[in-house]
């Protein structure tokens, strides 16, 4: 699934008025503006927030893994007792305890490796 951020659509729109030199004036003197605004602001309304937390590729696979069998509370106490299936994501859950329940929680995240949002269903 291809996300888009609120930040990209900013990006995109920046874009734009680059493209535009303040110079250019519309009739009434007016600078002249892409004529796309409202379509962008639908667009951020609708784009994911940017500050999605950021876990590793390990732990994201733990979670898609765990979600609707499990509940966070039983996840953050197993990875507490080093009973995941890997070291490494009970050490990084227990070095990471709100990350991990805000990406629980949002049902989106962002993998660290692949820099790819990505949540329960992707």
């Not at 962008?40 to 309304?45: G, K, P, T």
């Amino acid at each position: 699934m291809n996300y888009e951020t609120k930040r990209d659509v900013l990006e995109k729109l920046t874009e734009c008025y680059a493209e535009v030199s303040d110079a250019y004036t519309d009739e009434t003197g007016s600078p002249y503006y892409c004529d796309d605004e409202q379509n962008y602001l639908s667009e951020y309304d609708a784009a994911l927030p940017d500050d999605l937390p950021t876990i590793l590729e390990c732990v994201s696979k733990e979670i898609k893994d765990g979600y609707g069998k499990n509940s966070l509370l039983d996840e953050l106490a197993w990875a507490n007792r080093d009973a995941l299936p890997s070291s490494k994501v009970s050490e990084w859950i227990n070095d990471n305890e709100t990350l991990f329940a805000e990406a629980w929680s949002r049902g989106l995240w962002v993998v660290k490796e692949t820099g790819e949002v990505t949540g329960y269903d992707d």
